[in-house]
T-cell receptor, first 111, second 111 residues
Framework: KAGVTQTPRYLIKTRGQQVTLSCSPI?????VSWYQQTPGQGLQFLFE???????NKGNFPGRFSGRQFSNSRSEMNVSTLELGDSALYLC??????????FGPGTRLTVL | LAKTTQPISMDSYEGQEVNITCSHN???????ITWYQQFPSQGPRFIIQ???TKVTNEVASLFIPADRKSSTLSLPRVSLSDTAVYYC????????????FGAGTQVVVTP
């Protein structure tokens, strides 16, 4: 089975712009979660989607949003980028109530 | 969710056994203990999960005492490629898609 794929792998944006990151889960997995990893804050949960509905949400501002499509693929969007949004964004997929499989991440740099 | 406490770092030599103990004093009845491994600039990888007693797979063993207030991840005969950050997580059965990571333990294996 192919693993979780994330595109793009690297991205450079400037402050004030918006960005959309994409995640394709493992075939058959219906749950997709997003995480942000920074040196200062570590790995933090952003949100989880299951069957196109947001099931859980972390403690991030409304600039961070996501969605899931009927084929379980997911996107996350960050609007009005700030320097502090520079991070590795990780997507993970799972069968419900099972271990999460992480993708390689998207490295976002905000200048 | 129960907070976890684990050592910040551990050093080992190749071929030795590495044991990482994690404290989770406030673990609840429907919580599982899960360990992930992460290499730099990659997504975390699931290692092992358990509820009580001992669990073993091809990579590691997990020891959980009867009171479940702590757990120990055991990595047998480590190699240089085991150098990574290891995260201990407490996962609630209704929140599999919402992992809460702590700071993890940086394990460094030297020749």
């Amino acid at each position: 089975k192919a693993g979780v794929t994330q595109t793009p792998r690297y991205l450079i944006k400037t402050r004030g712009q918006q960005v959309t990151l994409s995640c394709s889960p493992i075939s058959g997995h219906r749950s997709v979660s997003w995480y942000q990893q920074t040196p200062g804050q570590g790995l933090q949960f952003l949100f989880e989607y299951f069957s196109e509905t947001q099931r859980n949400k972390g403690n991030f501002p409304g600039r961070f949003s996501g969605r899931q499509f009927s084929n379980s693929r997911s996107e996350m969007n960050v609007s009005t980028l700030e320097l502090g949004d520079s991070a590795l964004y990780l997507c993970a997929s799972s069968d419900p109530e099972d271990e999460q499989f992480f993708g390689p991440g998207t490295r976002l740099t905000v200048l | 969710l129960a907070k976890t406490t684990q050592p910040i770092s551990m050093d080992s030599y190749e071929g030795q056994e590495v044991n990482i103990t994690c404290s989770h004093n406030n673990i609840a009845t429907n919580d599982y203990i899960t360990w992930y491994q992460q290499f730099p600039s990659q997504g975390p990888r699931f290692i092992i999960q358990g509820y009580k007693t001992k669990v073993t797979n091809e990579v590691a063993s997990l020891f959980i005492p009867a009171d479940r207030k702590s757990s120990t991840l055991s990595l047998p005969r480590v190699s240089l490629s085991d150098t990574a950050v290891y995260y201990c997580l407490v996962v609630r059965t209704d929140s599999w898609g919402k992992l809460q990571f702590g700071a993890g333990t940086q394990v460094v294996v030297t020749p």
